[in-house]
Every structure is written in C-alpha cells, then in structure tokens.
C-alpha cells in the first residue's frame, strides 16, 4: 500500500516548455487534488476532482490543466510554462465524505522554470 | 474568503510543552485539520476537530473553539525530531455551491532546541 505516488520528484523547465506531472493513489479515494506550495503562502489548491472524469478549479487554475481518466490517477499538465510556475507541487486524495474526508498527500514535485 | 492566522516561527526546548496557536474567519465552518511538515517532505496528518473541544493523541493534543475561531495545537514531551512546520486548515461549505474547500495557514516553524 503505497499511499499516494507523484512522478517526477525534480523537474527543470524552461520557460514555454511543457510537461505532465502524474499523481496516483492506491486507497480508492475518490477526490483527488493537486496544491501548490510556495514560500509564505501556505498550500494553495490548483484543481480538484471529485470522481472519475470530472474536474475542477480550485483557487489559482490559470496556466494549468488536469485529466482524471482513470479513478487513482490524476494529471497535472503545465502547456507553456513560465517562472511563475516554479513551485514545489503536491497531490493529494481523500475518501470523499466519509469519516472525516481527510487529505493525505504525496511526496511532492519540485519544478524549476527558468 | 477565508483568512487563516498563525505565528510564522516558534522555538522550544527538548521535553518541554509547546502550544501553536490558528486562529480563522470563516463561514461554512465544517473542520479544522493540522498537519505536520518536515523540511522537504510531505504534509502528514496530526489531528481533526469539528466540534468544540479538546482532542488527545498521544504526545499531540488539539483544541477548538469554533465560537471563537479558534485552535490550537498542543505539543508535550518535546522531542528533537518534532522540529517542523505545522500546519492548520480549515475546511467550510460554500453557501452558493455547496462546496467544501480546503485552506491552509502559512504554517509555523518550530525549532526545537536541546
């Protein structure tokens, strides 16, 4: 029972530059979400999935974009990415609504974008 | 919106108490969760409260008081390894949508000292 596994753990971009970054989840959650974490500012939720197929913006969606296709993955594309963007990126997956709907988070991606 | 306040750093001593403080304003109030952050890695899951009241876990206490907007996080038998950022988040329903949302404080650091 891995938990929640996220690939790649380091990425380096240059601006303009695309790429996908792969979140999965081995405990049947059915929400799944990807957050940003930056210096002083706490997580902050990109987008967000509450079942397969479906997504959702969270707080700061611009320049990304998600694909829930199957129920334990969820993808986290950037289509042209600029500095902005550098950031340490974390997913993570909760059961929905029952018990406490806690979040549990993966290892994190640490992204560049010079 | 939401608006999440906790100090920024704290230091404490090997086998002392130490309390984190969160306070927030919020309307939908439905959780308060804390996390705990070790440099680099994940958030880990610590504790859960939605209703008044103290909640133990072993060295690890926390308290809410939802009429006051108020947690705290309570830390006992200070360990060298509990060196790391704590984080609160407060989860609430969206009046318009029905919603549930996730928002997280900036986090504390706590150093502790032998």
């Known amino acids: 029972n891995a938990g929640v596994t996220q690939t790649p753990k380091f990425r380096v971009l240059k601006t303009g530059q695309s790429m996908t970054l792969l979140c999965a989840q081995d405990?049947?959650?059915?929400?799944m979400y990807w957050y940003r974490q930056d210096p002083g500012m706490g997580l902050r939720l990109i987008h967000y999935?509450?079942?397969?197929?479906?997504?959702a913006k969270g707080e700061v969606p611009d320049g990304y974009n998600v694909s829930r296709l199957k129920k334990q993955n969820f993808l986290l594309g950037l289509e042209s990415a600029a500095p902005s963007q550098t950031s340490v990126y974390f997913c993570?997956?909760?059961?929905?609504?029952?018990?406490?709907?806690?979040?549990?988070f993966g290892p994190g991606t640490r992204l560049t974008v010079l | 919106g939401q608006n999440i306040d906790q100090p920024t750093e704290m230091t404490a001593t090997e086998g002392a108490i130490v309390q984190i403080n969160c306070t927030y304003q919020?309307?939908?109030?439905?959780?308060l969760f804390w996390y705990q952050q070790h440099a680099g890695e994940a958030p880990t899951f610590l504790s859960y409260?939605?209703?008044?009241g103290l909640e133990e876990k072993g060295r690890f206490s926390s308290f809410l008081s939802r009429s006051k907007g108020y947690s705290y996080l309570l830390l006992k038998e200070l360990q060298m390894k509990d060196s790391a950022s704590y984080l609160c988040?407060?989860?609430?329903?969206?009046?318009?949508?029905?919603?549930?949302?996730?928002?997280f404080g900036s986090g504390t650091r706590l150093q502790v000292q032998p």
């Open positions: 999935s509450v079942g397969e197929g479906t997504t």
């Open positions: 409260n939605v209703l008044d």
């Open positions: 919020t309307s939908g109030f439905n959780g």
């Open positions: 988040a407060v989860r609430a329903t969206a009046m318009d949508t029905g919603r549930r949302a996730l928002t």
């Open positions: 993570a997956s909760s059961d929905g609504g029952r018990n406490t709907d806690t979040q549990y």
């Open positions: 405990m049947n959650h059915e929400y």
